[in-house]
């Protein structure tokens, strides 16, 4: 007797025991997994908890690496390890040097350490083609997220406004500016600075006023953005208005009202002053 049905039994079967076994599979790689991460993290907690954190990386700078190196010589996977090694040198502005180590933490862990090695080289490396070409590849992967407090598209525009591509950098800074101003009711302080450098520097001075004053009303003792206003002020003629706002700038920052970010006590951001004499 022809069992009619066997092929379609035959096909259930196969459907199941493909279905189990790839449940098993998926089980027993993320049992091998967890044992790996619990591996490092005890890593982790022995050299850079428990040795690299009771050194001074500015000072003790050689027992930091030390602690360091003996985590990896114990994994060479971890990629935070391979960060911690290249974050003083960064700091110490030795970028070539911690270029070598961040790059082995991005090749272990693209999708934690590729947005933090695109902002370290806008803001400490300034490699900014460089940084741009990250960024891209970041926001390809999950869209304008943020790093450091700010978009990656902030970034993006910061560097072209390195590159004196300024026309770039103000499309950019307005849309995200825009997004931020529908999302949040208004653009960070830093983004509107920057919006408005882009547009200092094509001389449109009032469209530049204009910006910054956005800006001076989130952080009305911003001495950058003062000094800049100044001289669009200066530069359509309004010379007394100038001179006060210089005056009130030179107060502001003598006061530390600067740019806030935490990286300025290791690199001074592109715009930033740091000493008014006379305008």
Known sequence: MVCLNCPKKLMKLLICLFTLLSTFC???????????????????????????????????????QACLDKGLAKDSTIAYLWQQ?????????????????????????????????????????????ESIIDFEKCKARIGNSYVMDHTYDFHIALCYLQLNEFEKAEKTFKADTDFQKQNQGEAHHLDLFYYGISIFEQNRFEEAIT???????????????????????????????AKILFEESKKDLENGSTINEDQIHYEMYPYQIRKLVKL
């Open 211 to 241: 910006v910054f004053d956005r800006a001076l009303k989130q952080y009305p003792t911003f001495s950058d953005v003062k000094f800049y206003k100044a001289l669009c002020l200066r530069k359509i003629s309004k010379m007394e208005e």
């Open 26 to 64: 998926y089980s027993q790689n993320s049992t091998a997994l967890e044992k790996v991460k619990q591996k490092q993290d005890a890593i982790i907690e022995e050299y850079y908890t428990n040795c690299a954190l009771k050194h001074n990386y500015k000072y003790e700078a050689s027992q930091w």
């Open 85 to 129: 090694k290249a974050m003083p040198l960064f700091k110490a502005r030795k970028y070539e040097a911690g270029m070598v180590f961040l790059d082995k933490a991005v090749a272990l862990d693209e999708n934690k350490w590729l947005d933090y090695r695109a902002f370290i080289k806008c803001i400490f490396a300034k490699t900014f083609k």
